[in-house]
Nanobody, 124 residues
């Protein structure tokens, strides 16, 4: 019913910036929150950031707070993750996810749809 497509990943040097985008398609007429998660090889998928329907409430993992910014444009039907001051430990596959409702969630089990992921590699 809903497809999520991430873009914007790539290779960047430490201290650089990337902006990830996620565009849901399909039936998204009701309210939904969006989240970003990441997973490095051999590691468990971890929470990165999330944003509620209106964009008025956001949350970040401690490891990215102050460096990453999540935002959304409901007219363009797109959510963004601006990543600044990137570190090698940020290297992972980044996934966007959709959860129906007005509030945001850190728990990946709350999300109904997931993108295929986009690779972010930060070199030192």
């Amino acid at each position: 019913q809903v497809q999520l497509v991430e873009s914007g990943g790539g290779l960047v040097q430490a201290g650089g910036s990337l902006r990830l985008s996620c565009a849901p398609s399909g039936r998204t007429f009701t309210t939904y929150a969006m989240g970003w998660f990441r997973q490095a090889p051999g590691n468990e998928r971890e929470f990165v950031s999330t944003i509620n329907w209106s964009g008025s409430d956001t949350d970040y993992a401690d490891s990215v707070k102050g460096r990453f910014t999540i935002s959304r444009d409901n007219v363009k039907n797109t959510v963004y993750l601006q990543m600044n001051s990137l570190k090698p430990e940020d290297t992972a596959v980044y996934y966007c996810a959709l959860a129906w409702g007005s509030r945001w969630y850190q728990d990946p089990a709350k999300y109904s749809y997931w993108g295929q992921g986009t690779q972010v590699t930060v070199s030192s």
